[in-house]
C-alpha cells in the first residue's frame, strides 16, 4: 500500500491545523492556503507516489467520491422555503449570470489561444463557471455581511456546481469521441435520457425514499445518532451507484438526491448535513494537497503572459460583468453588486470537474487547459482567501 504515507502525512496535517483552526477561521490564511503550499513544498522531494501524477491509481476514486458527497452536500443544505421567499438574486445569478459566465469565458479563450481546440476551450470555460464560497469563508460565515448577501453567495455556490456539470458532460462526450462522428440524433437521444433523465429521477428516488426510511427510523427511536449522520454518506453513494448501475450519470444523481433528500425534521438533516461536511472537508482538503503535489508542478511550465490574462480575467471581468448584469434593477447598491461580483471564487468544484476531463480524456492534448485552471484556481484560493476579511469590513461600515 504505496498510498498510506500520504494519508498517515494527511492525517497529520488535519490535527496540526485543527489546533489552529478557531485562529485562522476570521484571518487571511486559510486551510486550502496551508495544504496546498504544504502539497507543493512536498512536490520537491522525489516520491514515486508522485511520478503517475494525475494518472496515479488512488486519483480516479478519490475524485468520484469526493465530488458525489460535495454534490450531495450542496443539494442537502439548500433551504428550498427560504430559497423561494427570497429567490429573486439566487435566480439571476444562476438563470443570468452562470450562463452569461460560461459564454464570455469561452469567448474570450477563443482568440487568446488561438493554437487550441475551440471545444477545450470551450469545455475549460464550463469548468470554471462554478464558484466555490468556502475559498471566502469569513464572507458566508462573519456578522459583518448581511444576512442575505451572506445566503445569495452561499446558494449561489451550491446550486451552480449542479447546474453547471451537463454542459461539462456533453463536451467530455464530443471529447472523447464517445458520441460517435458528428451529432448523431439517435445517440444524443439516447446520451440525453441515460445522462439527464436517469440520473435525476434515479438520484431523487434514492435520495426522497432514503431520507424518508432514516427519519421513519428516527422518529420510532430505532436509529443512534451515529448512524444519523452516517446515512448522508451511504444515501450519496447509493444515488451515484443506482444511477450508475442503469447508464445514468451518477454526479447529477448524487446531487438531486441532496436536492430531494425525503426528511424535513430539523434535528436529522442538521447531523446529516454536519457529518456530510465533515466527511466531504476532508476529502476537499485531500484534494487540494494533491493540487500542489501534482498539479501545480505539472502546469507550472506552461504558465506565459496569456495564461496569466485569463486566470485574471476569470476572476474578474468574466465573473463580474455577467453578475453585473444580471443583477441590474435589482435594488443592490453598486458596492454590493461588485462585491458579489468578486466573491466568486474557483475551488474545489473546478478542481474536481478537471479531474474528472483529464482521467476520462488524459492529459496529452489538453495539459494548456490543465494548466490555465490549475493557475487559475491557485491564484483564488490566495486572492479571494486574503481579501475575505478586509473586504467584508466595507458592510460594518455601511450598516
Known amino acids: ?25 476570521n484571518s487571511i490564511i486559510t486551510a486550502p492556503m496551508v495544504f ?18 494525475p494518472k496515479a491509481g488512488f486519483v480516479k476514486p478519490l475524485m468520484e467520491f469526493t465530488l458525489l458527497l460535495v454534490l450531495f452536500i450542496d443539494g442537502s443544505t439548500i ?18 449570470g452562470l450562463p452569461l459566465t460560461m459564454v464570455l469565458g469561452a469567448l474570450i479563450a477563443i482568440p487568446l489561444f ?8 470551450i469545455l475549460m470555460a464550463f469548468i470554471l463557471s462554478p464558484t466555490d464560497a468556502a475559498l471566502g469563508q469569513a464572507v458566508v460565515t462573519g456578522e459583518q455581511v448581511p444576512r442575505r448577501i451572506r445566503q445569495t453567495i452561499n446558494v449561489e455556490s451550491g446550486l451552480n456546481d449542479g447546474i453547471g456539470l451537463p454542459p461539462i458532460l456533453v463536451c467530455i462526450a464530443l471529447l472523447s469521441g464517445s458520441a460517435g462522428e458528428g451529432f448523431d440524433s439517435n445517440y444524443w437521444m439516447g446520451f440525453v435520457a441515460k445522462q439527464f433523465i436517469y440520473g435525476p429521477l434515479i438520484g431523487g428516488l434514492i435520495g426522497w425514499l432514503g431520507g424518508k426510511l432514516v427519519e421513519m427510523a428516527f422518529k420510532k427511536g430505532m436509529i443512534t445518532t451515529v448512524y444519523q449522520m452516517l446515512a448522508s454518506v451511504a444515501i450519496a453513494v447509493l444515488a451515484f451507484s443506482g444511477a450508475e448501475f442503469f447508464g445514468g450519470n451518477g454526479f447529477i444523481a448524487a446531487y438531486v438526491a441532496g436536492m430531494l433528500l425525503g426528511t424535513k425534521t430539523e434535528l436529522l438533516r442538521e447531523r446529516m448535513k454536519e457529518f456530510g461536511e465533515a466527511g466531504s ?25 496569456r495564461a496569466l490574462v485569463y486566470a485574471i480575467l476569470s476572476l474578474t471581468v468574466i465573473r463580474m460583468v455577467p453578475v453585473a448584469i444580471s443583477l441590474i434593477r435589482s435594488g443592490l447598491d453598486q458596492k454590493t453588486i461588485w462585491f458579489i461580483g468578486w466573491f466568486g471564487p474557483r475551488g474545489i468544484a473546478s478542481v474536481l470537474y478537471m479531474l474528472m476531463a483529464i482521467i476520462q480524456l488524459g492529459v496529452e492534448g489538453y495539459e ?16 479571494h482567501g486574503i481579501s475575505a476579511v478586509p473586504l467584508s469590513g466595507i458592510f460594518k461600515r455601511k450598516y
Not at 496546498?36 to 501524477?53: A, H, K, P, Q
Not at 422555503?81 to 443570468?96: A, E, V
Not at 487547459?369 to 484560493?381: E, G, H, N, W, Y
Open 36 to 53: 496546498l503550499v504544504i502539497g507543493l513544498l512536498v512536490s520537491f522531494f522525489d516520491l514515486e507516489l508522485l511520478e503517475e501524477g
Open 114 to 121: 488561438p493554437d487550441v481546440k475551440p471545444l477545450i476551450l
Open 1 to 25: 500500500m504505496h498510498e498510506q504515507p500520504i494519508i498517515v502525512f494527511m492525517a497529520l496535517l488535519i490535527l496540526g491545523y485543527g489546533f489552529f483552526s478557531k485562529k485562522a477561521e
Open 368 to 383: 494548456q487547459m490543465v494548466s490555465i485552471i490549475t493557475l487559475t484556481v491557485l491564484l483564488s484560493i490566495f486572492l
Open 79 to 96: 433551504d428550498l422555503k427560504s430559497l423561494t421567499k427570497d429567490k429573486g438574486l439566487p435566480i439571476r445569478l444562476l438563470g443570468i
Open 281 to 305: 472537508q476532508i476529502m476537499i482538503l485531500f484534494i487540494f494537497l494533491l493540487v500542489g503535489m501534482i498539479l501545480v508542478p505539472l502546469s507550472y511550465k506552461l504558465w506565459d503572459w
